[in-house]
C-alpha cells in the first residue's frame, strides 16, 4: 500500500523535525524525526505498512489516503506558476503608511522618539528625534496619486498628534477620500475630540493608541500598548478589537511563553498565508512607509532603512527591481534567514524585522525565537 497526502497538505521538512500543513483547515502539524521519516517515505511514493497507527490517524483527519498504486497528487496551488518569471510585473502593495506629521505633546513612554522597541508600533502612533524638513500637503496629494496609480490598495495616515495641524490633516484626508476607499488614520485616543471624532466617522477607520484598559470602547480598532514583562497578564484577556503592542528596550531576558517568542504566537495557516511567505516577508511585503521628511522606508519601525527621499525621486522608482529598491525587503523571506530557513514552521511564523534588527543591528537575523531547529525542540517556560 501507498500513502499520500491530501492536494492541500503540504510536508514541509525542518533541520530536525518536518510539520503538516492543512491550508484548508488551517492546522499544523508539528512531526517527530520518526513520523518525518514516515511522510518523506510517503510523498516519494514508497511502501508502507496500511495499519501504521500514525497513518491511519492523518487518514482520520482527513489529511491524506492509502493507495493501492502510486498516485501523482496535484498539490492545491494559488496564483499562476509562471507569474515569477514574467518580465515587468507591477508590484501588489497592500498599503502604505504615510507620516504626515512628527509633532506631539504627550512625550508617552512608549513613543519612538525614546528609543523603544514596540511589536506593533507600526500601528501606533509615533514622534521621531530626527532632523528635515516636513514634506507639505501639495507633496502628500501627489504622493497619494501615485499610490493610487501603483493600485496601492489603503493608506494609513499617522505622525504624532495629527490634530495640531487639523487643517492640514483635513486636507490630505480629503484628497484621499477621492483615491482610495480603504482609509486608517491612526493616534492617540486622548488627541481626537468629539468633533474629530464626528468628523472622521465617514472618512476613515480609527486606529486608538492606549495604555489604558479603561480607555477601550467597541467602536474602533485599538493598540493597547504595555510593558513587555506584564504582557503576558492579559493574554487571552482582550475583545478582538484589541491588538496588543508589547514595549522594551531590548526584550530581556526573552521569556519562554511570551507569544512574541514561543509557539503560543503560531497562527493557523491558509493557502494565502502559505503562498505568500514562501516567497515573501510575512510582514514587511507589499507594503511602503513615506516618513514625515519624506524618507522611503520599509516599515514606520525602520528609521535606519532609508531607501531615498521622494522629494528627490518618483515614488515609483522605488519599485524598479534595483538592489535598492523596497522589493529587496519584501524578498526577504523566512527561507532566506539562517535559523528559519532551517525550520519547519517557516511558512505559518510571523516575524519583526524592525524588533530583530533594533536587538542585533542584522538584517538577517533571528533571535527573538525560542525554538531550536537544529535540536526540533521549543525552550520550556520556566517552572
Same mark, same amino acid.
Given at each position: 500500500?501507498?500513502?499520500?497526502?491530501?492536494?492541500?497538505?503540504?510536508?514541509?521538512?525542518?533541520?530536525?523535525?518536518?510539520?503538516?500543513?492543512?491550508?484548508?483547515?488551517?492546522?499544523?502539524?508539528?512531526?517527530?524525526?520518526?513520523?518525518?521519516?514516515?511522510?518523506?517515505?510517503?510523498?516519494?511514493?514508497?511502501?508502507?505498512?496500511? $495499519?501504521?497507527?500514525?497513518?491511519?490517524?492523518?487518514?482520520?483527519? !482527513?489529511?491524506?489516503?492509502?493507495?493501492?498504486?502510486?498516485?501523482?497528487?496535484?498539490?492545491?496551488?494559488? &496564483?499562476?506558476?509562471?507569474?515569477?518569471?514574467?518580465? +515587468?510585473?507591477?508590484?501588489?502593495?497592500?498599503?502604505? @503608511?504615510?507620516?504626515?506629521?512628527?509633532?506631539?505633546?504627550?512625550?508617552?513612554?512608549?513613543?519612538?522618539?525614546?528609543?523603544?522597541?514596540?511589536?506593533?508600533?507600526?500601528?501606533?502612533?509615533?514622534?521621531? +528625534?530626527?532632523?528635515?524638513?516636513?514634506?507639505?500637503?501639495?507633496?502628500?496629494?501627489?504622493?497619494?496619486?501615485?499610490?493610487?496609480?501603483?493600485?496601492?490598495?489603503?493608506?494609513?495616515?499617522?505622525? &504624532? +498628534?495629527?490634530?495640531?495641524?487639523?487643517?492640514?490633516?483635513?486636507?490630505?484626508?480629503?484628497?484621499?477620500?477621492? =483615491?482610495?476607499?480603504?482609509?486608517?488614520?491612526? &493616534?492617540?485616543?486622548?488627541?481626537?475630540? =468629539?468633533? !474629530?471624532?464626528?468628523?472622521?466617522?465617514?472618512?476613515?477607520?480609527?486606529?486608538?493608541?492606549?495604555?489604558?484598559?479603561?480607555?477601550?470602547?467597541?467602536?474602533?480598532?485599538?493598540?493597547?500598548?504595555?510593558?513587555?514583562?506584564?504582557?503576558?497578564?492579559?493574554?487571552?484577556?482582550?475583545?478582538?478589537?484589541? #491588538?496588543?503592542?508589547?514595549?522594551?528596550?531590548? @526584550?530581556?531576558?526573552?521569556?519562554?511563553?511570551?507569544?512574541?517568542?514561543?509557539?503560543?504566537? #503560531?497562527? $493557523?495557516?491558509?493557502?494565502?498565508?502559505?503562498?505568500?511567505?514562501?516567497?515573501?516577508?510575512?510582514?514587511?511585503?507589499?507594503?511602503?512607509?513615506?516618513?514625515?521628511?519624506?524618507?522611503?522606508?520599509?516599515?514606520?519601525?525602520?528609521?535606519?532603512?532609508?531607501? &531615498?527621499?521622494?522629494?528627490?525621486? =518618483?515614488?515609483?522608482?522605488?519599485? $524598479?527591481? !534595483?538592489?535598492?529598491?523596497?522589493?529587496?525587503?519584501?524578498?526577504?523571506?523566512?527561507?532566506?534567514?539562517?535559523?528559519?530557513?532551517?525550520?519547519?514552521?517557516?511558512?505559518?511564523?510571523?516575524?519583526?524585522?524592525?524588533?530583530?534588527?533594533? $536587538?542585533?543591528? +542584522?538584517?538577517?537575523?533571528?533571535?527573538?525565537?525560542?525554538?531550536?531547529?537544529?535540536?526540533? #525542540?521549543?525552550?520550556?517556560?520556566?517552572?
Amino acid at each position: 500500500m501507498y500513502f499520500r497526502l491530501n492536494p492541500e497538505c503540504y510536508y514541509i521538512k525542518g533541520d530536525q523535525n518536518g510539520a503538516i500543513y492543512d491550508l484548508i483547515e488551517g492546522d499544523i502539524y508539528a512531526l517527530n524525526p520518526k513520523e518525518s521519516q514516515t511522510i518523506e517515505t510517503c510523498e516519494d511514493n514508497g511502501v508502507v505498512d496500511p $495499519k501504521d497507527p500514525f497513518l491511519c490517524e492523518l487518514k482520520q483527519r !482527513t489529511v491524506g489516503n492509502f493507495y493501492e498504486k502510486k498516485v501523482y497528487i496535484e498539490k492545491l496551488r494559488l &496564483g499562476s506558476p509562471i507569474a515569477d518569471f514574467q518580465l +515587468d510585473r507591477p508590484p501588489v502593495l497592500i498599503r502604505a @503608511f504615510l507620516e504626515i506629521d512628527n509633532r506631539c505633546d504627550r512625550s508617552c513612554w512608549y513613543c519612538g522618539c525614546h528609543g523603544v522597541s514596540r511589536s506593533q508600533g507600526c500601528f501606533g502612533c509615533n514622534t521621531w +528625534d530626527e532632523d528635515g524638513t516636513p514634506v507639505h500637503a501639495p507633496r502628500w496629494k501627489e504622493l497619494i496619486d501615485e499610490l493610487h496609480h501603483l493600485n496601492c490598495m489603503s493608506l494609513l495616515i499617522k505622525g &504624532g +498628534d495629527l490634530t495640531r495641524n487639523w487643517g492640514k490633516t483635513q486636507e490630505i484626508l480629503e484628497y484621499a477620500n477621492k =483615491k482610495f476607499p480603504s482609509i486608517f488614520v491612526i &493616534g492617540h485616543k486622548q488627541h481626537f475630540s =468629539k468633533e !474629530t471624532y464626528e468628523y472622521l466617522e465617514n472618512k476613515a477607520n480609527l486606529i486608538l493608541q492606549t495604555d489604558s484598559i479603561s480607555d477601550i470602547g467597541n467602536q474602533h480598532q485599538y493598540l493597547l500598548t504595555m510593558d513587555y514583562q506584564k504582557s503576558q497578564e492579559f493574554a487571552g484577556n482582550l475583545p478582538p478589537n484589541v #491588538m496588543v503592542d508589547m514595549v522594551s528596550r531590548n @526584550f530581556d531576558p526573552l521569556q519562554p511563553d511570551s507569544p512574541l517568542s514561543s509557539k503560543k504566537k #503560531m497562527p $493557523k495557516t491558509n493557502l494565502e498565508r502559505f503562498t505568500h511567505n514562501n516567497k515573501l516577508h510575512p510582514c514587511l511585503a507589499q507594503s511602503i512607509t513615506i516618513s514625515w521628511n519624506g524618507e522611503v522606508l520599509p516599515c514606520p519601525m525602520m528609521r535606519n532603512y532609508s531607501l &531615498g527621499n521622494i522629494n528627490d525621486r =518618483k515614488l515609483w522608482t522605488f519599485f $524598479k527591481n !534595483t538592489p535598492d529598491s523596497i522589493q529587496e525587503f519584501w524578498n526577504i523571506s523566512l527561507t532566506r534567514l539562517d535559523k528559519c530557513g532551517k525550520c519547519e514552521f517557516r511558512y505559518a511564523c510571523t516575524d519583526c524585522r524592525a524588533l530583530e534588527t533594533a $536587538k542585533t543591528g +542584522d538584517l538577517k537575523s533571528k533571535v527573538l525565537c525560542n525554538y531550536d531547529p537544529s535540536k526540533g #525542540m521549543w525552550q520550556q517556560p520556566a517552572a
